[in-house]
């Protein structure tokens, strides 16, 4: 009987500790990414109105896609926004949310969450918040390969030609590889934490638990 407590004593206490050093990892793996997924993004803030909202939007579109004389993008949007938008704060500068900032970084979570869905280099919004309306501009992302797919930003260029002035999509296979392999190092040494940490108390535990039954008030 004596043997037999002490079995199920170990297996319970050995299945708490599993399920203890589990979620360290998944804290660590899930960090990590929020850390990595970064954003440069601007966005103008207007009252809550479609027409106003979509006019402005397709402002912007006509301006950056003219045939004889198109205006960078982040160039028409930036003006737009000092000229519309609602946020004092941000409107002095383009709109500009902020530079390479992390998920989570924004006050405004509607525009936050849309900070990483919508498809960069693309006009986006109306987007509905408690503040407004917003309009929005992705520049860059990082750590969003299933949205962005091999680019991570876009730049102006100027034809040499006629010398038109049009955006393009830019990649960095360097730093995407060097933040899978951070990626990989967290989650080693995660583990390797977890398993020693685990394995200390395991040994500890073995040690003890014939003790235990000795102290059982039926003894």
Excluded at 62 to 77: C, L
Excluded at 179 to 207: C, P, R, T, Y
Aim: aromatic share 8%; charged share 25%; proline share 3%.
């Amino acid at each position: 009987m004596n043997k037999l407590i002490s079995i199920i004593f170990f297996v319970l206490t050995i299945t708490n500790i599993s399920c203890a050093f589990l979620n360290p990892i998944e804290i660590i793996t899930r960090d990590f990414q929020a850390l990595t997924r970064k954003v440069t993004a601007h966005h103008i803030l207007l009252p809550k109105s479609d027409d106003v909202a979509l006019a402005l939007k397709q402002n912007i579109r006509n301006k950056s896609q003219s045939e004889t004389d198109p205006m960078y993008i982040v160039d028409a949007f930036s003006s737009a926004a000092k000229k519309y938008s609602r946020d004092e704060e941000t409107a002095i500068r383009g709109g500009l949310l902020g530079t390479l900032v992390p998920q989570g970084y924004c006050r405004c979570k509607e525009l936050d969450k849309a900070c990483f869905e919508v498809p960069l280099g693309e006009v986006a919004g109306p987007i509905e918040s408690e503040y407004g309306y917003h309009l929005l501009l992705v520049v860059e992302r990082t750590n969003c390969k299933k949205l962005d797919g091999q680019y991570t930003r876009i730049r102006r260029s100027t034809s040499t030609a006629d010398g038109k002035v049009t955006k393009v999509f830019e990649g960095d296979n360097d730093r995407e590889g060097t933040d899978q392999m951070i990626k990989l190092g967290m989650q080693q040494i995660g583990f390797w934490i977890g398993v020693s940490f685990a394995g200390g108390i395991v040994a500890e535990v073995a040690a003890k638990a014939s003790n235990v039954v000795e102290t059982l008030p039926w003894e």
